[in-house]
Every structure is written in structure tokens, then in C-alpha cells.
């Protein structure tokens, strides 16, 4: 069995939409899970797919979904 990454990065779209109770992230695109070596890795592939990830790396955006302000 070979190993294939060091690190997963699992993202949960923030927007509003996705964030109602009867939302289901699997099938509006608001979920997305990424592999590679480290945090950086991840994050450069889920931006090439158009993920907005949030300095604080608590807070993020899928491709073509409604940002709100962040403080």
C-alpha cells in the first residue's frame, strides 16, 4: 500500500447558502477535500480550482459562491 500524502485539507464552503441547516455541501459544491505534502500544498490546489481561502485559514469560499465580509 503506497502512501499518497502527508497532509488533507477538507474545506466547507462559509457562504450563507451553505451554511443553512438543510444545505448539503456535497452536491451545491460547497465541500471539497485536497492532499499533498503540507498546508501550502493543499492550499495552492484548492485555488487553482477557485477556493478563496481566508488569511485566518479558518474561513473559505467555494468556486462561485457569495463572499461575505471576513473581519
Known sequence: MAIAA???MDLYCECLECKKPESDYQYNGGFAQY???NWADCKSQAK???WSIHRDRDTCFAPGHKKFKVK
Do not use: D, M, Q, S
Open 6 to 8: 502527508c497532509y488533507t
Open 35 to 37: 492532499f499533498g505534502e
Open 48 to 50: 487553482a480550482e477557485g
